[in-house]
C-alpha cells in the first residue's frame, strides 16, 4: 500500500510559477513509479510528468516540456513538480499518482496508476 499527500498548489498569475510537492509512505514497495495528473473541469484527467524513484529521468507530456520540471528528494520519497511560465490553461486540480511498476507506453496513462493522493488546486490567472 502506499499513501500520498500532495502540497504547493496555489493562485498565480500568467507566468508565474509554483513548486508542487508529493510525499509517498509505503512499507510495501522498495520504488515507486511516481506521476502528476491533472484534470480540469469537464475535461479527461491527463498525464503531466512521471519519474521512476530507482532509475531514470523524468517524462513530460508535450504541453508542459521546456516548462515544467520534475525531481526527486535525495531519500526518494518526495517528488516535486516544479512549474515555470504558468499559462491559464494549466489550471486544474493536479494529483500525485503511483505504480509499483509500468511498461514505458503506460507511465503517462492516469488508469494506469494503482495510488492516488488527494489532489491540490492550481489556479492561473491572465
Known amino acids: 500500500q502506499v499513501q500520498l499527500v500532495e502540497s504547493g498548489g496555489g493562485s498565480v498569475q500568467a507566468g508565474g510559477s509554483l513548486r508542487l510537492s508529493c510525499a509517498a509512505s509505503?512499507?510495501?514497495?522498495?520504488?515507486?513509479?511516481m506521476g502528476w495528473f491533472r484534470e480540469a473541469p469537464g475535461k479527461e484527467r491527463e498525464g503531466v510528468a512521471t519519474?521512476?524513484?530507482?532509475?531514470?529521468?523524468?517524462r513530460y507530456a508535450d504541453s508542459v516540456k521546456g516548462r515544467f520540471t520534475l525531481s526527486r528528494s535525495n531519500a526518494k520519497t518526495t517528488v516535486y513538480l516544479q512549474m515555470n511560465s504558468l499559462k491559464p490553461e494549466d489550471t486544474a486540480m493536479y494529483y500525485c499518482?503511483?505504480?509499483?511498476?509500468?511498461?514505458?507506453?503506460?507511465?503517462?496513462?492516469?488508469?494506469?496508476?494503482?495510488?492516488w493522493g488527494q489532489g491540490t488546486q492550481v489556479t492561473v490567472s491572465s
Open positions: 509505503t512499507y510495501t514497495y522498495s520504488s515507486l513509479r
Open positions: 519519474i521512476y524513484t530507482g532509475e531514470g529521468g523524468p
Open positions: 499518482a503511483a505504480a509499483p511498476f509500468l511498461p514505458s507506453g503506460s507511465i503517462l496513462r492516469p488508469d494506469a496508476y494503482n495510488y
